[in-house]
């Protein structure tokens, strides 16, 4: 019987292996995300021209409209494409977001508080909380962007060890948190600035006066964060821990030192920066009268107070920032905080080129109306097909995951998707607030098994200190639990949501209307 076993073992192993190989290949052969976008942005054109001479149409269900491909494989086309290409560009909903989110972060990085503080909060813990901490940290560093890859996945893996568990074990509890928790968060990031733009461009193809405010996720985020956190704590100690038994490699285990008084001086500065700045937040929003609510109507929603949240954002992130830099002596002079802001701005090179050619196609797609006759249309089928909401959202959950293992950048995929699935979902009557919740559910849950996440070669990189064997297929391997639990688990609560008819953020209902 256990010799059964282990033949089946080895055989589920071998099919594995095989899978992943296939993954494997198929990544490697897309093309760069910038270029992949340049070349749809080109096929779009192309299309356009051909469905506007096949003369396919659709009808819209609001006001009756008929609507037909415009087509910008001609002079009038190329006439658009030419004098529109730069404010395309510079008014791309998502980028102004994130360059001013990341002038406040940038702050806050170079300064030390935000490594600092993660490292207090691992610290701190209880030993038999610890797994639970560095998964739950790994979620909130995501408010920092690539923070957790680059400080607590190493850390996750050096706090193992010192404790006289598998390192392996330890890196993937973080990297669990980091990016399979990527969207569930008890405060807001980057991100959430990002794709509320792309989700709100979307959104203007049925309503040209739709907004969606950066916290409209915020309530089912914070909710999630503690289930992620617990299910990624119990894939590490039921499953991953157990498969990698005992360490036994040379690995010596480093001291982790406790903060100093400079860094105890800079978080008591920021603590207090950060005390003064939440009194004038609570003094502005929660009195009826209120300055940084709705002048018109007292109202939180479309006030300032959300309409501001990346601007509240950069201010609390530079002023806690600079708090710290000069009670920790990291900031010596005005010219440090600029720097911490010019580097976090070169960190966007990438990002940049890939938002032109983004903002390109999303124009082009926009233009052309192929969107909104393939939005049309598909809702068409949606409703001919019988599907449920719930069946609905299950198979929008898969999708995004399957997508993301082929194309690893959020924002990416969702500037792709968002113009198709945004529109189809509204005219079913469901608002784009939960189309991008249920995105950020499939997004998040296979990004720890995807080869093209961006930061996949690191955390390769992290495993080879303790296994010079590591590769591709052992962050698979090991992190595919996590991926599968994360599903199950983020999918019911998703469902489950949705049946209560809770709101998904501030102003944010499930349903169009409601």
Same mark, same amino acid.
């Given at each position: 019987?256990?010799?059964?076993?282990?033949?089946?073992?080895?055989?589920?192993?071998?099919?594995?292996?095989?899978?992943?190989?296939?993954?494997?290949?198929?990544?490697?052969?897309?093309?760069?995300?910038?270029?992949?976008?340049?070349?749809?942005?080109?096929?779009?054109?192309?299309?356009?021209?051909?469905?506007?001479?096949?003369?396919?149409?659709?009808?819209?269900?609001?006001?009756?409209?008929?609507?037909?491909?415009?087509?910008?494989?001609?002079?009038?086309?190329?006439?658009?494409?030419?004098?529109?290409?730069?404010?395309?560009?510079?008014?791309?909903?998502?980028? $102004?977001? /994130? @360059?001013?989110?990341? *002038? &406040?972060?940038? !702050?806050?990085?170079?300064? +030390?508080?935000?490594?600092? #503080?993660?490292?207090?909060?691992?610290?701190?813990?209880?030993?038999?909380?610890?797994?639970?901490?560095?998964?739950?940290?790994?979620?909130?560093?995501?408010?920092?962007?690539?923070? $957790?890859? /680059? @400080?607590?996945?190493? *850390? &996750?893996?050096? !706090?193992?060890?010192?404790? +006289?568990?598998?390192?392996? #074990?330890?890196?993937?509890?973080?990297?669990?948190?980091?990016?399979?928790?990527?969207?569930?968060?008890?405060?807001?990031?980057?991100?959430?600035?990002?794709?509320?733009?792309?989700?709100?461009?979307?959104?203007?193809?049925?309503?040209?006066?739709?907004?969606?405010?950066?916290?409209?996720?915020?309530?089912?985020?914070?909710?999630?964060?503690?289930?992620?956190?617990?299910?990624?704590?119990?894939?590490?100690?039921?499953?991953?821990?157990?498969?990698?038994?005992?360490?036994?490699?040379?690995?010596?285990?480093?001291?982790?030192?406790?903060?100093?008084?400079?860094?105890?001086?800079?978080?008591?500065?920021?603590?207090?920066?950060?005390?003064?700045?939440?009194?004038?937040?609570?003094?502005?929003?929660?009195?009826?009268?209120?300055?940084?609510?709705?002048?018109?109507?007292?109202?939180?929603?479309?006030?300032?107070?959300?309409?501001?949240?990346?601007?509240?954002?950069?201010?609390?992130?530079?002023?806690?920032?600079?708090?710290?830099?000069?009670?920790?002596?990291?900031?010596?002079?005005?010219?440090?905080?600029?720097?911490?802001?010019?580097?976090?701005?070169?960190?966007?090179?990438?990002?940049?080129?890939?938002?032109?050619?983004?903002?390109?196609?999303?124009?082009?797609?926009?233009?052309?109306?192929?969107?909104?006759?393939?939005?049309?249309?598909?809702?068409?089928?949606?409703?001919?097909?019988?599907?449920?909401?719930?069946?609905?959202?299950?198979?929008?959950?898969?999708?995004?995951?399957?997508?993301?293992?082929?194309?690893?950048?959020?924002?990416?995929?969702?500037?792709?998707?968002?113009?198709?699935?945004?529109?189809?979902?509204?005219?079913?009557?469901?608002?784009?607030?939960?189309?991008?919740?249920?995105?950020?559910?499939?997004?998040?849950?296979?990004?720890?098994?995807?080869?093209?996440?961006?930061?996949?070669?690191?955390?390769?990189?992290?495993?080879?200190?303790?296994?010079?064997?590591?590769?591709?297929?052992?962050?698979?391997?090991?992190?595919?639990?996590?991926?599968?639990?994360?599903?199950?688990?983020?999918?019911?609560?998703?469902?489950?949501?949705?049946?209560?008819?809770?709101?998904?953020?501030?102003?944010?209902?499930?349903?169009?209307?409601?």
């Amino acid at each position: 019987m256990p010799e059964a076993k282990e033949k089946t073992s080895r055989k589920n192993g071998k099919l594995i292996a095989r899978g992943l190989a296939v993954v494997e290949r198929v990544g490697n052969a897309l093309p760069h995300p910038a270029v992949l976008f340049a070349s749809m942005a080109g096929l779009v054109v192309v299309a356009s021209g051909i469905f506007s001479w096949i003369g396919i149409s659709a009808q819209h269900p609001g006001t009756g409209e008929t609507i037909v491909p415009l087509s910008l494989l001609s002079v009038d086309g190329l006439h658009r494409i030419l004098t529109e290409m730069i404010t395309n560009f510079t008014g791309f909903a998502p980028l $102004g977001t /994130v @360059l001013v989110s990341m *002038l &406040g972060i940038g !702050i806050a990085e170079r300064s +030390g508080l935000i490594t600092t #503080a993660l490292r207090l909060f691992v610290l701190s813990a209880p030993r038999s909380f610890l797994t639970f901490v560095i998964v739950f940290a790994g979620i909130l560093s995501n408010t920092a962007s690539e923070v $957790g890859y /680059v @400080l607590l996945v190493p *850390l &996750g893996g050096m !706090i193992f060890l010192a404790v +006289g568990r598998h390192p392996i #074990a330890g890196i993937a509890a973080a990297f669990a948190g980091v990016s399979g928790g990527y969207s569930a968060n008890l405060l807001l990031g980057t991100i959430d600035p990002l794709l509320a733009g792309l989700t709100e461009e979307a959104a203007r193809i049925i309503d040209p006066a739709y907004t969606v405010n950066p916290a409209c996720n915020y309530y089912f985020l914070v909710a999630s964060t503690f289930f992620i956190a617990t299910v990624g704590t119990w894939v590490t100690e039921r499953i991953v821990i157990p498969r990698l038994g005992k360490y036994t490699g040379e690995e010596v285990p480093e001291k982790l030192e406790a903060l100093s008084g400079d860094e105890k001086r800079g978080l008591l500065y920021a603590s207090m920066a950060g005390a003064v700045f939440t009194a004038l937040l609570l003094w502005g929003t929660i009195p009826a009268d209120g300055f940084l609510r709705n002048p018109e109507t007292g109202s939180l929603l479309r006030s300032p107070f959300l309409s501001g949240i990346v601007a509240l954002l950069f201010i609390s992130s530079a002023v806690m920032g600079i708090a710290y830099g000069y009670g920790a002596r990291t900031f010596r002079k005005d010219s440090d905080v600029i720097e911490g802001m010019s580097k976090s701005m070169q960190t966007l090179g990438l990002y940049i080129v890939l938002v032109f050619f983004a903002a390109q196609f999303v124009a082009y797609f926009k233009w052309s109306n192929i969107g909104l006759i393939f939005a049309i249309n598909g809702a068409e089928v949606l409703k001919a097909s019988g599907l449920g909401s719930i069946p609905l959202m299950i198979a929008f959950v898969f999708i995004s995951a399957l997508v993301n293992l082929a194309m690893g950048s959020a924002s990416a995929k969702w500037a792709i998707m968002a113009p198709v699935f945004v529109p189809m979902f509204m005219l079913l009557g469901y608002s784009p607030e939960l189309v991008q919740g249920t995105y950020r559910v499939g997004d998040s849950i296979t990004n720890v098994i995807s080869p093209l996440m961006s930061y996949f070669p690191l955390v390769v990189a992290f495993l080879k200190r303790y296994d010079d064997k590591a590769g591709i297929g052992t962050v698979v391997a090991t992190m595919l639990p996590y991926s599968v639990a994360f599903f199950f688990v983020w999918t019911l609560l998703l469902i489950a949501w949705f049946l209560l008819g809770l709101p998904m953020g501030p102003g944010s209902p499930l349903m169009l209307g409601s």
